[in-house]
């Protein structure tokens, strides 16, 4: 009856794992190993204004869930400590955030990932961290396409105050 049961909260773990890895933009492994009580509460608010999914789950679980996905390539990494962070919206906060304070704790590392449906190793997780934000994108995008039109209008002005 116990295993019975111990079973099923597998299963129930399991298809938690695979809807946030199926809704997600991105998904990332984090080694968590060494960081202290203090650390993993600034992490996970940190994840949570981002709306990033943060959560420490066995490695058979999540192995499991990637291969009732069809997700290979992960097998290497899931061993020792292991954490999922994952965001359905921005595909690149979870990575940010992760660099960041990897970096401000010495501590925490990145294992890989998958980005747009495309596994992603340590490096490219890295590399995927120093993009803006897509808010950013927009906004400097925006600017670029308002240049050309500001400049058109400050001529026009010229022009109308010349003749006047």
Do not use: H, W
């Not at 890895?21 to 981002?50: M, P, S």
């Not at 066995?58 to 097998?75: M, Q, V």
């Not at 449906?117 to 997780?125: L, R, Y």
Request: proline residues 2%; glycine residues 4%; contains cysteine.
């Amino acid at each position: 009856m116990a295993s019975e049961k111990n079973i099923a909260q597998k299963a129930e773990v399991v298809a938690e794992i695979k809807k946030i890895i199926a809704d997600a933009k991105t998904f990332i492994l984090v080694d968590y190993r060494g960081i202290t009580v203090a650390q993993d509460l600034t992490l996970r608010n940190e994840f949570r204004k981002e709306g990033v999914s943060y959560k420490i789950y066995k490695n058979t679980l999540i192995n499991r869930a990637l291969k009732e996905l069809g997700i290979e390539g992960f097998e290497k990494a899931l061993n020792g400590t292991t954490a999922l962070a994952a965001s359905s919206t921005d595909p690149v906060a979870p990575a940010r955030i992760i660099v960041k304070k990897g970096d401000e704790f010495k501590k925490l590392e990145v294992k890989c990932g998958l980005v747009e449906n495309k596994f992603s190793n340590n490096a490219q997780i890295i590399s995927l961290s120093k993009l803006p934000s897509r808010e950013i994108l927009l906004s400097q995008l925006l600017g670029l396409l308002q240049a050309p039109i500001a400049q058109f209008a400050r001529a026009l002005n010229l022009v109308a105050e010349q003749k006047a």
